[in-house]
């Protein structure tokens, strides 16, 4: 898919569906990013955040109630997203987090912030050359000293998780049309210029192993299609982190 193409299934995706599930199928992971950036905000202690690709929202609104005494921001492409975004901040009395409809691959209209975080945003730039583009946009976005935490899907995780789906006897699952994934030594060598990596980590591969192919493989045995709110999800998000065998990883990056 180009660049049109993808923004056209977003705003599709967000106009028939605004439910937990609009952005991601895989409700428990998006919880897995929740804790993870809460964590780092804890750590950090930045007075503006901004979720860049923020979708419906969601992520943001838990961690705008969890943090009252920071400002909130979120930008996304996609103005049907940014409708049901301001919905759901509405419907949660919200005081402390506004939504706008932004581009990353533009210029961001906001400055000196104290982070930023993309979740799964990154990917759906079909290129490596949109994608630098991005990044430059969100380190111009940034407070010297800034943090950008990249929640984003690599491929290196993403072909050692379907080996092992393999030797499960499992099909591989494919990238999706619209996503884009990252090369991890090429994105690194690319950041090393204006950011120093803090902190990297695979936050999905305990969940993938556990979720896409033991529960994956006892379905398939069952001749049952696997569902997201099964239990298996829920105990598999709770692992703690280790090993290289899902495709979602966390780096953790300061401006200079």
């Known amino acids: 898919m180009d660049f049109d193409q993808v923004k056209a299934y977003w705003e599709q995706r967000a106009g028939s569906d605004s439910s937990a599930q609009s952005t991601t199928m895989d409700f ?3 919880d ?10 804890k750590i950090y202690l930045p007075k503006s955040v901004m979720d860049v690709g923020c979708g419906d929202a969601r ?3 838990r961690l705008s109630a969890e943090h009252p005494e920071i400002a909130f921001s ?7 997203m940014v409708k049901n975004a301001r919905g ?20 961001l209209p906001v400055h000196d912030l104290g982070m930023i975080y993309t979740t799964r945003c990154l990917i759906n730039l079909p290129g490596w050359e949109m994608q630098q583009a991005a990044l430059n946009n969100i380190c111009n976005a940034l407070a010297p000293g800034g943090f950008y935490v990249m929640i984003e899907n690599f491929v290196e995780g993403h072909e050692n998780f379907n080996a092992v789906r393999r030797d499960f006897g499992l099909p591989e699952i494919p990238v999706r049309e619209h996503n884009f994934f990252f090369e991890r030594e090429k994105l690194i060598d690319f950041v ?3 950011f120093d990596v803090l902190e990297e980590v695979n936050i ?4 993938y192993l556990a979720s896409r192919a033991i529960y ?4 398939q045995d069952k001749g049952e299609e696997p569902d997201y709110f099964d239990s298996h999800h829920q105990y598999a998000s709770q692992l703690p982190f280790c090993g290289e065998y899902g495709p979602v990883r966390m780096i953790c990056m300061r401006r200079r």
């Open 88 to 107: 759901n901040i509405s419907a949660m009395g919200i005081e402390n987090l506004d939504v706008m409809e932004c581009d990353v691959f533009q210029a």
């Open 59 to 61: 992520t943001t609104v």
């Open 204 to 207: 999905s591969s305990s969940y």
């Open 192 to 194: 090393s210029d204006r």
């Open 74 to 80: 979120g930008g996304d492409y996609s103005a049907s």
């Open 28 to 30: 428990y992971l998006r």
């Open 32 to 41: 897995i990013e929740y804790r993870v950036v809460s964590g780092l905000i």
């Open 216 to 219: 994956s493989r006892i379905c």
